[in-house]
């Protein structure tokens, strides 16, 4: 057996998120409308090395949510060379999931395990409209963004907290703590960028944190409210979750 | 009479092109698959002003071809104000073409004889893989291209000369004599940027002057194909049509 690192870039917009659903085989999910990435990339596999491979992400996206380099490993018995192997599935993958990369990694590596930190992007366009071309990948926010108070208060996300409050699902996590490494907040032209790299993130973190943001941007949150919101975890503080549509995964840190 | 200049956005790829189709009115569009952008905006407009309008662009755009700032003039008679007519109309447009702009223009004002100059951009990307991110709005040279020679052939489109070799279609045209003005190519990460300016173009003459600096670039033209194909006029010397996806008409000068 041969063990395989893909990194892999996909637009999330039409799928499900990166996660097979449990209670959910293969063959149900191409009867439904929306594939997820996993399924979509196991898929591919099995058509061209004629074997049933498990492909295994470093953590799961949502619906909707985009990657520019997520990491998975694939234990495979084929011999076939990486490179004719990564042109192989291209060719048959659609084309809003594309391997960009697969190299041959030692046998004990595994994907989400062996992640040491994780890099997401989320992209507001905060001006009068949004282009055509970026309105799969951004959220619109059209009212001014005091990004000053943005950057104040995204700092107290900084090192190791129970991010709790921010887990707004039903999914049950023993552990909520996590330590954000960096988190940067800039202007490009018409769009406001968000960059935060963790140790991983729970279910909606992202996108609860940057909810939060575009709140305190607004000046709709007093002073203080991150820090409040990670000492109390009252998820009543945190602003509405962000749309999936502006959220990208990065990068993968091993 | 108001004439209003507006400035507009589209992501050509699922339309047939900006001009609605001669021999075919608005309502036989709408029966067919592939709409036109002149058709959806003047669709739109009437919605919101309850007044046929006909809606005049600087000039057509291929199917599948993009703009990010194509101009259009119109004659209306409604006083709503360029502001709440740009959101109105942004309001009921699909999100694949936006008016970026409205304004108040002289009655006088023609978007296309007043245009003095258009820019358009190709990108090409010039590596292993097309992200998926990038999909819609790149043509894939996976081999590599030699921007010196494709520099220096280009060179000679500099100036005023008779493209008609380049101008692949049925369609007559009394003149096809066009001044070049500028064409710059360079490197951009994984990516070729050919822009080019012009005081007009000939239908398919952008893509078949790309097309052309592709064979260049990949060595399979002699020096000086350009200037003979300039001297010429021979069709067979130009290459393959490049793709309308990788075009987008980013400018028009009045």
């Given at each position: 057996m ?18 097979i ?8 999910e ?27 992400g470093?953590?799961r996206?949502?619906a ?26 291209n ?7 594309v ?11 595994h ?46 996300l ?6 709790r ?9 023993s552990n ?6 960096a ?72």
């Open positions: 041969r063990t395989l690192k893909l990194t892999i870039a996909y637009d999330g917009t039409d799928y499900a998120g990166w996660q659903q449990e209670k959910r085989n293969q063959k149900a191409s009867r439904r409308q929306r594939p997820t990435i996993q399924g979509t990339l196991e898929r591919a596999i099995r058509r061209i090395l004629q074997e049933r491979v498990r492909i295994v470093s953590g996206t949502d909707g949510v985009h990657a520019l380099a997520q990491v998975a490993h694939a234990r495979v018995r084929s011999s076939m060379p990486c490179r004719r192997l990564q042109a192989a599935l060719g048959v993958l659609p084309a809003d999931v391997v960009t990369r697969i190299e041959e990694a030692p046998p004990s590596f994907a989400r395990f062996d992640a040491k930190a994780k890099r997401y992007r989320y992209v507001i366009v905060n001006g009068p409209v949004v282009l055509p071309f970026e309105r799969r990948y951004v959220h619109h926010v059209s009212v001014p963004l005091d990004i000053g108070l943005m950057r104040r208060e995204a700092k107290m900084l090192g190791r907290h129970d991010f409050a921010f887990h707004n699902t039903g999914r049950q996590v909520t703590r996590r330590t954000v490494t988190i940067h907040i800039r202007r490009q032209g018409r769009c406001l960028v968000i960059d935060i790299e963790a140790s991983g993130f729970l279910y909606t973190m992202v996108r609860g944190i940057v909810g939060t943001l575009i709140d305190i941007g607004r000046d709709h949150r007093p002073p203080g409210t991150m820090a409040a919101i990670l000492n109390t975890k009252d998820r009543r503080r945190v602003g509405p979750t962000a749309p999936a549509r502006g959220l990208t995964l990065v990068n993968v840190v091993y």
